[in-house]
């Protein structure tokens, strides 16, 4: 019985295309979802992946090589006593890499 592990990988758009890329370079197998949420409630994609065990290490080189951070700069909302929202000054953060799940897969079957 062969072991596998289900991948779950949230990554930035900029950064789909490429990894997509990387996954068929590299025979992983992949479901590509649009997605969307986080901080900035930006587009992501989400790549799903069922895989061996012993190729999990691999995948993970792969996302981490094609998922890059950036940084961006954001309005700061703020409010004052009368409940009005004024735009304050914007903000330097980070976004972008990959957020990644790993999960044991308890049986796997390919139709």
């Known amino acids: 019985m062969v072991r596998m592990k289900l991948v779950l990988a949230i990554v930035q758009d900029k950064d789909a295309d490429s990894l997509a890329k990387e996954f068929i370079q590299n025979d992983v197998r992949a ?16 790549f799903i992946v069922g895989i061996e065990d012993d190729r999990v290490n691999e995948v993970l080189e ?29 903000v330097q953060v980070t976004v ?3 957020t990644v799940f790993v999960l044991p897969v308890e049986e796997f079957k390919h139709f």
């Open 96 to 98: 972008g890499g990959a």
């Open 62 to 90: 792969i996302i981490k090589k094609s998922s890059h951070t950036r940084e961006q700069y954001v309005s700061n909302m703020n409010m004052d006593a009368a409940g009005t929202s004024m735009l304050g000054k914007p």
């Open 31 to 46: 479901t590509k979802l649009a997605t969307s949420g986080g901080f900035l409630r930006a587009g992501n994609t989400t």
